[in-house]
């Protein structure tokens, strides 16, 4: 954020409707909103360089679950504690929000973030 605080929220997850069969129930469940649960703490790094290609990790917390993912591209890498299905709604979610993760990222300053400033 704009103090240079490495953003931490909470957020909500909710089941995707499902709107029809087959493949295109499928699509639909993926574009749909997906929130996660209050009981879950997310964390976002500033921006980050690798490679020519910038990105951010984002991390969440419940109690002693975790999981650790990147955007863009919206897959989780490690976690424990989440089950699959879990998992599957953290990517949605990931990719939901990434434009919104990557602008809030670019708005961290690391500097200040190191001396708690």
Known sequence: ???GKVL???VIIEEPEETGAGE???NSAQAAPVALSEEINMTVTTL?????KDFARVSFLRENDWAEG????????QSEGFDR????KLEAYLAGEE????????KINPIKNLFGM
């Not at 299905?85 to 599957?88: A, H, N």
């Not at 434009?99 to 670019?106: H, M, N, R, T, V």
């Open 48 to 52: 980050l360089h690798k490679d020519g």
């Open 70 to 77: 990147i955007v863009p591209g919206g897959k989780i890498e």
């Open 99 to 106: 434009e919104s993760i990557l602008a809030q990222a670019k």
């Open 1 to 3: 954020m704009e103090d």
């Open 24 to 26: 295109n129930a499928e």
């Open 85 to 88: 299905k879990e998992i599957r």
């Open 8 to 10: 931490l929220k909470k």
